[in-house]
């Protein structure tokens, strides 16, 4: 079992297409690649916490038909646009504004507004948000889950931390200039 986190998937959202210039061509795209990518990623025995903006439900029943598709256990931390409809659909295993839990030893704190400050932040606890859609500077021990920042996909924490790790490119070394 691999643990998962994702968010801003924003299904059936029109809007998203406009402002986060995903590339897609339609509606229909993006969320067909956005199902066939977590299902690339996710076994069924695999969990994933989705950090909220799961979907619009328009029209009524789009949302649970989408989240019907998606594999593993799901859990979902609500975000700003995600409405009752999606909320209380069964196939959620949960639904909560926020959550702490531990992977593989690392506490975790899990909501879809990022903090400045949280829970034991200065006692090496991560926390995974989304809502930014990878515009916002992150702070130390602070990370965007969103399908903006980690090509469309859930990512485990593993894959979070090392790109972390790796940071931007550096420059090429410059070159000394013979004298003549």
């Known amino acids: 079992m691999t643990i998962y986190f994702t968010a801003d998937t924003h299904f059936s959202d029109p809007r998203v297409l ?71 659909d069964p196939g959620w295993a949960s639904v909560r504004h926020y959550a702490e839990i531990a992977v593989d030893g690392q506490r975790l704190v899990l909501c879809h507004y990022p903090f400045r400050t949280w829970r034991d932040s200065g006692k090496g606890v991560i926390d995974l948000h989304g809502h930014s859609h990878g515009r916002l500077t ?20 593993e894959t979070i931390r090392a790109r972390r790790r790796r940071g931007p490119p550096r420059p090429p070394p410059a070159r000394e200039s013979a004298s003549p």
Do not use: C, M
Request: proline fraction near 8%; charge should be negative; hydrophobic fraction near 45%.
């Open 18 to 88: 406009a402002i986060d210039r995903r590339p897609f061509p339609s509606l229909e795209a993006h969320d067909a690649a956005l199902v066939a990518l977590w299902r690339e990623t996710v076994r069924d025995d695999d969990v994933v916490w989705h950090l909220g903006d799961f979907a619009r439900d328009r029209p009524a029943g789009r949302a649970a038909a989408i989240l019907a598709q998606l594999t593993g256990e799901k859990h979902l931390i609500l975000g700003n646009n995600d409405p009752d409809s999606v909320a209380r």
């Open 138 to 157: 992150p702070i130390p021990r602070q990370y965007d889950v969103g399908v903006d920042v980690w090509d469309h996909r859930p990512v485990t924490l």
